[in-house]
């Protein structure tokens, strides 16, 4: 019922900055929580960033906070994860998630994109 689709992801230097794009479609979204998860192979799938639709209200993981900031153009049914000051550890597959409510755990959202490769090199 509703697609996620993730772009932006590539190479950068540490210290560098991104901005991944989730477009959305097949609904709307108004009500809806949209977040970023991140995930490395063999590991637990982490909680970056989370955008409640309708207010704007914003919340992040704490391995990201003060350097990572999501937003939304409710026009483009888009959501942002602009991502600066990028260091190694931020490598990971990086997926757009959408669910009606805010939680932190990736079981509980009900819409997943396919991912975009985020890679930070020294």
């Known amino acids: 019922q509703v697609q996620l689709v993730e772009s932006g992801g590539g190479l950068v230097q540490t210290g560098g900055s991104l901005r991944l794009s989730c477009s959305a479609s097949g609904r709307a979204f108004d009500g809806y929580v949209m977040a970023w998860f991140r995930q490395v192979p063999g590991k637990e799938r982490e909680f970056a960033a989370a955008?409640?639709?309708?207010?704007?209200?914003?919340y992040y993981g704490n391995s990201v906070k003060g350097r990572f900031t999501i937003s939304r153009d409710n026009a483009k049914n888009t959501v942002y994860l602009q991502m600066n000051s990028l260091k190694p550890e931020d490598t990971a597959v990086y997926y757009c998630a959408a669910n009606q409510f805010y939680r932190v755990e990736a079981a509980a959202y009900d819409y997943w994109g396919q991912g975009t490769q985020v890679t930070v090199s020294s």
């Open positions: 955008i409640r639709w309708t207010s704007g209200n914003t």
